[in-house]
């Protein structure tokens, strides 16, 4: 199988629609539905890549994104912010906290696809130059 994207996401319609997207690029799609339990797969299963929704029960995006930016295991994993609230204040909050790619919901599926698919080349690129 091809790369790792964690997908930390409580509506199921949308992990669904994510699956339905990614699936078809050979990629391993991994699903969780709160805070913590994204967090602890960010930081137990190495995804190559987290789609992070920003609207999470028990512990939100934000908080998610603020730990994973702290902790040396998963400083640079590339992480693209998925919110329904496309609000500038989003967009900027998501850039300060070092989110790689913002998208909002509802999303078109071709290019949600591409943007993972982006961000994962260059994320493998910058590995290359530095390995």
């Known amino acids: 199988m091809g790369n790792r994207v964690l997908v930390v996401e409580d509506s199921a319609v949308i992990r669904r629609l ?19 339990t994204g967090l602890e797969a960010a930081l137990s299963e190495t995804p190559d890549l987290l789609v992070l929704d920003i609207g999470l029960p028990e512990m939100d995006g934000w908080e998610v994104l603020d730990r994973l930016r702290n902790d040396p295991r998963t400083v640079n994993l ?53 390995g």
């Open 18 to 36: 994510i699956e339905v997207c990614l699936r078809p690029a050979s990629l391993e799609v991994m699903m969780r539905e709160d805070g913590p």
């Open 78 to 130: 590339p992480v693209l912010v998925l919110t329904a609230h496309a609000e500038e204040e989003s967009r900027r909050r998501a850039d300060e906290g070092g989110a790689d790619s913002f998208v909002t919901k509802p999303f078109q599926p071709n290019d949600f696809r591409q943007e993972v698919l982006n961000l994962l080349t260059n994320a493998r690129q910058i590995q290359d130059v530095a």
